[in-house]
C-alpha cells in the first residue's frame, strides 16, 4: 500500500514534498512557488547533483598531492552551483513537461500545472538561477569554463529524451554527474582518465536511483506514453539495479585504483565499499508498487552518494 499522503497540507504545496520543508514554513509567501519551481523543498536532487562534483574534486587532489586555498572555494562554489542549477534544471524540465505533468497524479500539484507560475514567469526565474550560477563558474579557470557550457547540452535534452528513448535515465545520468569532470578540471586544468571512469560510474548510480524513482509514476507514464527505465524493466527491474549498483561500484573502485596508492587507496576503497553496500541495502528494501517505499529509497541515496565524499576527504591526508 502506498505510504504517500494524499493531499497537500500547506496552500500550493507539492504533492511529493518533505513534510514540514523550510519553504513551507518559512519562506515569503511570494517567493513560495518559484522556490517550490526550483525544487527548493524537496533538496534531495540538489545533493545527487552536488556529490559527484565532490567525488571529482577529491579525485582531482589525489591525483596530484596538491591541496590550495582555490581549492575550499570550488567546494563550496560546487555547492551554491549545484543548488541554482538544480533549481535551474527542475525549472527547464517543468516548462517542457508542464502538460505531461498536469497528467500525472504526483505532478499536477507543481506551480506550472497547478497555475502558481506562468510559463514566462518560469522562464524569467529559470533565466536569474542560470546567470547566478554563472557568476560562479566564470570564477574557475578557462577549461572549467567551457565544461561547464557544454554541461547545458544535457541538460536542455533530458526533459524530452522521456519521448524518444526508454533510456532517459542515461540523459539525467549525463547531466547530473558532468560535476565530477567540472570539479576535476578546476582544480587539474585538465581531464585524467580516472576522472571520465568516475564520471561513468556516477551514470550507472543515477541509473539505480532514477530507476526507482521512476517506478513511482509507472501507471500514470504508461496512459501518456512516456518512456523509462522503470516500464522498460518491469518486473524485472531488481537484478537491472543491481547491475547498476555494481558496475558503479565497480567503475568507482577502478578510477581510485589509477588515482592513490598506499594507504590512501584502503581508505577511500572504504568509501567505495560503503556505496555499494548502500545500495545492496535499498535493494533488500526495494518492492514494487509500494510508492512511498519507493520515494524513501530515492531519498536516500543523499547517504549513498555522501558515503564516498567522506573516506575520499580521508584519503586526502593519507595520500
Same mark, same amino acid.
Given at each position: 500500500?502506498?505510504?504517500?499522503?494524499?493531499?497537500?497540507?500547506?496552500?500550493g504545496?507539492?504533492?511529493?514534498?518533505?513534510k514540514?520543508?523550510?519553504?513551507?514554513?518559512?519562506?515569503?509567501?511570494?517567493?513560495?512557488?518559484?522556490?517550490?519551481?526550483?525544487?527548493?523543498?524537496?533538496?534531495?536532487?540538489?545533493?545527487?547533483?552536488?556529490?559527484?562534483?565532490?567525488?571529482?574534486?577529491?579525485?582531482?587532489?589525489?591525483?596530484?598531492?596538491?591541496?590550495? =586555498?582555490?581549492?575550499?572555494?570550488?567546494?563550496?562554489?560546487?555547492?551554491?552551483?549545484a543548488?541554482?542549477?538544480?533549481?535551474?534544471?527542475?525549472?527547464?524540465?517543468?516548462?517542457?513537461?508542464?502538460?505531461?505533468?498536469?497528467?500525472?497524479?504526483?505532478?499536477?500539484s507543481?506551480?506550472?500545472?497547478?497555475?502558481?507560475?506562468?510559463?514566462? @514567469?518560469?522562464?524569467?526565474?529559470?533565466g536569474?538561477?542560470?546567470? =547566478?550560477?554563472?557568476?560562479?563558474?566564470?570564477?574557475?579557470?578557462?577549461?572549467?569554463?567551457?565544461?561547464?557550457?557544454i554541461?547545458?547540452?544535457?541538460?536542455a535534452?533530458?526533459?524530452?529524451?522521456?519521448?524518444?528513448?526508454?533510456?532517459?535515465?542515461?540523459?539525467?545520468?549525463?547531466?547530473?554527474?558532468?560535476?565530477?569532470?567540472?570539479?576535476?578540471?578546476?582544480?587539474?586544468?585538465?581531464?585524467?582518465?580516472?576522472?571520465?571512469?568516475?564520471?561513468?560510474?556516477?551514470?550507472?548510480?543515477t541509473?539505480?536511483?532514477?530507476?526507482?524513482?521512476?517506478?513511482q509514476?509507472?501507471?500514470?507514464?504508461?496512459?501518456?506514453?512516456?518512456?523509462s527505465?522503470?516500464? =522498460?524493466?518491469?518486473?524485472?527491474?531488481?537484478?537491472?539495479?543491481?547491475?547498476?549498483?555494481?558496475?558503479?561500484g565497480?567503475?568507482?573502485l577502478?578510477?581510485l585504483? =589509477?588515482?592513490?596508492?598506499?594507504?590512501?587507496?584502503?581508505?577511500?576503497?572504504?568509501?567505495?565499499?560503503?556505496?555499494?553496500?548502500?545500495?545492496?541495502?535499498?535493494?533488500?528494501?526495494?518492492?514494487?508498487?509500494?510508492?512511498?517505499?519507493?520515494?524513501?529509497?530515492?531519498?536516500?541515496? @543523499?547517504?549513498?552518494?555522501?558515503?564516498?565524499?567522506?573516506?575520499?576527504?580521508?584519503?586526502?591526508?593519507?595520500?
Amino acid at each position: 500500500m502506498s505510504e504517500q499522503r494524499t493531499k497537500p497540507e500547506v496552500a500550493g504545496e507539492v504533492f511529493d514534498a518533505v513534510k514540514g520543508n523550510w519553504v513551507d514554513r518559512f519562506a515569503p509567501q511570494a517567493s513560495r512557488p518559484y522556490l517550490r519551481l526550483s525544487r527548493a523543498d524537496r533538496p534531495i536532487g540538489t545533493w545527487l547533483l552536488l556529490f559527484p562534483c565532490w567525488w571529482g574534486l577529491f579525485f582531482a587532489i589525489l591525483a596530484d598531492g596538491q591541496f590550495a =586555498l582555490s581549492d575550499v572555494w570550488i567546494f563550496v562554489g560546487c555547492g551554491l552551483g549545484a543548488f541554482l542549477m538544480r533549481g535551474a534544471g527542475c525549472t527547464w524540465n517543468d516548462i517542457t513537461d508542464r502538460k505531461f505533468d498536469g497528467a500525472v497524479e504526483r505532478t499536477k500539484s507543481r506551480p506550472i500545472p497547478s497555475g502558481q507560475v506562468s510559463v514566462k @514567469s518560469a522562464v524569467i526565474w529559470m533565466g536569474a538561477q542560470v546567470a =547566478l550560477a554563472a557568476c560562479i563558474l566564470f570564477s574557475f579557470n578557462a577549461a572549467a569554463i567551457i565544461c561547464g557550457i557544454i554541461a547545458l547540452i544535457p541538460v536542455a535534452i533530458y526533459p524530452f529524451a522521456k519521448r524518444f528513448t526508454w533510456w532517459p535515465q542515461v540523459f539525467l545520468g549525463l547531466a547530473f554527474n558532468w560535476g565530477v569532470l567540472l570539479a576535476f578540471i578546476a582544480h587539474q586544468g585538465g581531464l585524467q582518465v580516472s576522472a571520465v571512469i568516475l564520471y561513468l560510474s556516477g551514470i550507472c548510480w543515477t541509473l539505480f536511483y532514477d530507476t526507482i524513482y521512476a517506478h513511482q509514476d509507472i501507471e500514470d507514464d504508461a496512459l501518456i506514453g512516456i518512456k523509462s527505465t522503470a516500464r =522498460l524493466f518491469g518486473a524485472k527491474t531488481w537484478p537491472w539495479l543491481l547491475g547498476f549498483a555494481l558496475t558503479s561500484g565497480g567503475l568507482m573502485l577502478g578510477a581510485l585504483a =589509477l588515482q592513490a596508492q598506499g594507504p590512501a587507496f584502503w581508505v577511500a576503497g572504504l568509501g567505495v565499499a560503503a556505496f555499494v553496500l548502500h545500495m545492496m541495502w535499498q535493494l533488500r528494501q526495494f518492492r514494487l508498487g509500494e510508492t512511498g517505499l519507493l520515494l524513501r529509497l530515492f531519498r536516500a541515496n @543523499s547517504h549513498t552518494g555522501f558515503l564516498p565524499v567522506v573516506f575520499f576527504g580521508l584519503a586526502i591526508f593519507l595520500y
